[in-house]
Nanobody, 125 residues
Framework: QVPLVESGGGLVQAGGSLRLSCAASNAAVGRTFGVKAMGWFRQAPGKGREFVAQIRGISGITFYADSVKGRFTISRDNAKHTVDLQMDSLKSEDTAVYYC??????????????WGQGTQVTVSS
């Protein structure tokens, strides 16, 4: 069973918006959902996986990559065990597979304890 399940990817024109959602799908993730950080990474073709955004578990403090700051907003619902990524003013360089992750902190891919299967976001120029 995949620990995290993403949804909401798709094709959008540059300047448009998409909202990604991620839900915890097993008990191991659900038990610590409110405590651990939740976040999003992305991987474009031929490139490594890069940090996009995270939201801490207890404090709710958010962090963003410079490339998405001011355009993306991350939020979480601890009662529903979900985390969303609202993406506005999308650019062609945002095209990638987006992965949901959880861990004590999420600044690098190695920080993640669990991953989702990924959802494709394609921005046409």
């Amino acid at each position: 069973q995949v620990p995290l399940v993403e949804s909401g990817g798709g094709l959008v024109q540059a300047g448009g918006s998409l909202r990604l959602s991620c839900a915890a799908s097993n008990a191991a993730v659900g038990r610590t959902f409110g405590v651990k950080a939740m976040g999003w990474f992305r991987q474009a073709p031929g490139k490594g996986r890069e940090f996009v955004a995270q939201i801490r578990g207890i404090s709710g403090i958010t962090f963003y990559a410079d490339s998405v700051k001011g355009r993306f907003t991350i939020s979480r619902d601890n009662a529903k065990h979900t985390v969303d990524l609202q993406m506005d003013s999308l650019k062609s360089e945002d095209t990638a597979v987006y992965y949901c992750a959880t861990g004590p902190r999420l600044t690098r891919p190695d920080d993640a304890d669990y991953w989702g299967q990924g959802t494709q976001v394609t921005v046409s120029s």
